[in-house]
Antibody, heavy 119, light 106 residues
């Protein structure tokens, strides 16, 4: 069974940092592009970042460029999102998702972890 | 930046057909995926590559994409189909989601 389990969310003050992780199992993690997608409370989905299988390519939505960094450890089957200089508007549920690079669609999703940025 | 626009809401009677549109510049030149999200749950893929259904998705879900508009059609809509639906496409390697449509089965 495919599983993606996010962790690391919580309450953090504006300007601070947080690192999210996503533990993958039930599929060959190393052959998948991986993504982070977020959803602010009561709002729609927003793509945040992609990372290629070997980590050599990374892409970000403009609003997080220079503040967020996506990375992965294929030996540990784990995806990460380092979030620095957090803003109130970064408050959201953060989902990790497996990206089918053949057809470019999200094959599976985690259950999400809530990040709340507030003073 | 690239944008995808959906109607905020669509209402449909049980057994009838719901059409959800997704509009974007030259969207027909891109592949579109559709995701269903029930309240409190993670999104689920219902259509990919414009019109393909993943295994386990009922045949009543279908898709089309041409010109500037992609359409998700739910035929014979059931109460279980009540959810938010998002279209999604790629602009180079940058992901874009539609604004989302709440489908209400009356």
């Amino acid at each position: 069974e495919v599983q993606l389990v996010e962790a690391g969310g919580g309450l953090v003050q504006p300007g601070k940092s947080l690192r999210l992780s996503c533990a993958a199992s039930g599929f060959t993690f190393s052959i998948y592009w991986m993504s982070w997608v977020r959803q602010a409370p009561g709002k729609g989905l927003e793509w945040v970042a992609n990372i290629k299988q070997d980590g050599s390519e990374k892409y970000y939505v403009d609003s997080v460029k220079g503040r967020f960094t996506v990375s992965r450890d294929n030996a540990k089957n784990t995806l990460y999102l380092q979030m620095n200089s957090l803003r109130v508007e970064d408050t959201a549920i953060y989902y990790c998702a497996g990206l089918n690079s053949g057809d470019w669609h999200f094959d599976f999703w985690g259950q999400g972890t809530l990040v709340t940025v507030s003073s | 930046s690239y944008e995808l626009t959906q109607p905020p809401s669509v209402s449909v009677s049980p057994g009838q057909t719901a059409n959800i549109t997704c509009s974007g510049d030259k969207l027909g030149d891109k592949y579109v995926s559709w995701y269903q999200q029930r309240p409190g749950q993670s999104p689920v893929l219902v259509i990919y590559q414009d019109m393909k259904r993943p295994s386990g998705i009922p045949e009543r879900f279908s898709g089309a994409n041409s010109g500037n508009t992609a359409t998700l059609t739910i035929s014979g809509t059931q109460a279980v189909d009540e959810a938010d639906y998002y279209c999604q496409a790629w602009d180079s390697r940058t992901g874009v989601f539609g604004t989302g449509t709440k489908v209400t089965v009356l």
